[in-house]
């Protein structure tokens, strides 16, 4: 038996076929209920293989906002827009950050992220740092000219 993932069709298939990474059939004559060859015996490393690939991948995003926000914590501890040190996803050194915070209290969001690759974060419930720019949470303009970027939350 073999399962495969792929986007749908909407097409029944009568068949598949199997690719080359598939072990085949030591022995033609033993065979399954159906009378197919049993497939040959799968390394039980790359079998897990897929399925820890799938993992980490999963996992990935959780150690990106982590990263991400170590870089942010620089930014608020060096009160420079550029101190936060290389992006967490390419290694460049062009995060920029903007903090659309209330003018009084100095509490709202910041979004960072970086110029290169267009990765970053957003955070709620922050206060700016004194001595970093900040934009109004009451102007809608306040997010003009902050990339689309993918957020790693």
Known sequence: MASTAHKGTDRDRAA???GEDFTEPINQEET?????PL???IDDAEASTPVLELFQREARPMADREAWLKALARVAEGNDEVAGGPCPVCGRDCLEVRYIVNDSSRVGYVLFWCGVCLHGISVSRVRAPEGVATWSIDD???VAGVPDFTRDD
Do not use: C, L, M, Q
């Not at 399954?32 to 197919?36: A, V």
């Open 32 to 36: 399954d209920e159906n009378g197919d």
């Open 140 to 142: 809608p303009a306040s």
């Open 39 to 41: 497939p040959g015996d």
């Open 16 to 18: 598949v076929r199997i």
